[in-house]
Nanobody, 113 residues
Framework: QAQLVESGGGLVQPGGSLTLSCVGS????AQWTIRWYRQAPGKQRE???????????RVATSVQVRFTISRDVYANRVDLQMTNLKPEDTAVYYC???????WGQGTQVSVSS
């Protein structure tokens, strides 16, 4: 079983909303910094957001205001809430536990009319 599993991706129209989830099956995610990245075809992997052990967060300037990262300790889950989605947000989104170089399988987000 994968230690990190993303879900929640899909096809949405511009201006729509979507919430992605990253669930840990082994490690307690609250003990580590958890990050979200995204990668569009032919482009570099891009940092999106992260949440720290102390619950503070940081979001990339490119998605600030529109994206929010949060954590549910009891569910061992980290979410990425996305609003006002734009076509340029189209990418595969991954969650990451950098300390152990752990990555989920990714979930596709497509924003199109």
């Amino acid at each position: 079983q994968a230690q990190l599993v993303e879900s929640g991706g899909g096809l949405v129209q511009p201006g729509g909303s979507l919430t992605l989830s990253c669930v840990g099956s082994e490690r307690r995610l609250a003990q580590w910094t958890i990050r979200w990245y995204r990668q569009a075809p032919g482009k570099q992997r891009e940092f999106v957001a992260e949440i720290y052990v102390n619950a503070k967060t940081r979001v990339a300037t490119s998605v600030q205001v529109r994206f929010t990262i949060s954590r549910d300790v009891y569910a061992n889950r980290v979410d990425l809430q996305m609003t006002n989605l734009k076509p340029e947000d189209t990418a595969v989104y991954y969650c990451n536990l950098a300390k152990f170089d752990l990555w989920g399988q990714g979930t596709q987000v497509s924003v199109s009319s």
